[in-house]
Each structure stands twice: as C-alpha cells, then as structure tokens.
C-alpha cells in the first residue's frame, strides 16, 4: 500500500511562508493525481491544489497567487508553498492520492465530491498563522 507522509508544518507569522512536502513510500509522485487539501476544526475538508501527471495544476479561487503546488519525481515528493499566509490559513493541511486524473470539471479541486476520487491521504501536518 502506498503511504503518503506529510512535513514542514508548524507556526508562522502572519504574511510569513511555510514549504509542506508530503513523501510517498512507492513509486507515487508523476504516477498519480497529487493534491493537497486542508480542515479546520468544525469544517469540512476543502481543496487547496492539486497537480496531474502530466504537470497541469488547480487551485482553489481563493489561494491562487499565494500557494504553489509542485512535485519532485525523482524524490517521490510533492510539496506546497504557501506565502503570505493569513489567520484563515491555518489548518491541518493533507496530501492526497488518486489513482484516477485530477479532476478538470466544473469545480476542479474545489468540486463538490472531488475528494472521493483520492483514495490514499496523510496523516496530516498542522499549520498555524498567527
């Protein structure tokens, strides 16, 4: 079974940058739909990126221009980078993997059910912004 084990979580200052890598135990990364997704508390898990295995990446609306999502094959690792972080962005922060291609419908990682399509996740890596 592939694992997905997630890093570089912790405290950060508001406007601060944060790297999270997330490395699989198997042959994953460029194989499979990568993404990266995050909840708080009391909320649902939502979408944050996610990467194809041809390269191509989504983001959430609303984290497009601040979070990079890339992926290093030869490592086996997916990483997140997260600049000028806001309170809203902390969260405990998941990589997932699919097996099917990333979703590129209406929605994209933010499609309502898009989540289900991932069937190996983390344990997750906390973030906090204050």
């Known amino acids: 079974d592939v694992q997905l084990v997630e890093s570089g979580g912790g405290s950060v200052q508001v406007g601060g940058s944060l790297r999270l890598s997330c490395v699989a135990s198997?042959?994953?990364?460029?194989?499979?739909?990568m993404g990266w997704f995050r909840q708080i508390p009391d909320k649902e898990r939502e979408g944050v990126a996610d990467?194809?295995?041809?390269?191509?990446?989504t983001y959430a609306d609303s984290l497009k221009g601040r979070f990079t999502i890339s992926q290093d094959n030869a490592k086996n690792t997916l990483y997140l980078q997260m600049n000028s972080l806001k309170p809203e962005d902390a969260a405990m922060y998941y990589c997932?993997?699919?097996?099917?291609?990333?979703?590129?419908?209406?929605?994209?990682?933010?499609?309502?059910?898009?989540?289900?399509?991932?069937?190996?996740w983390g344990q997750g890596t906390q973030v906090t912004v204050s």
């Open positions: 990467i194809d295995t041809d390269g191509s990446t």
């Open positions: 997932a993997g699919s097996e099917h291609r990333c979703w590129r419908g209406s929605g994209a990682i933010e499609a309502y059910g898009v989540q289900v399509r991932f069937g190996t």
């Open positions: 198997v042959d994953t990364i460029g194989r499979y739909c």
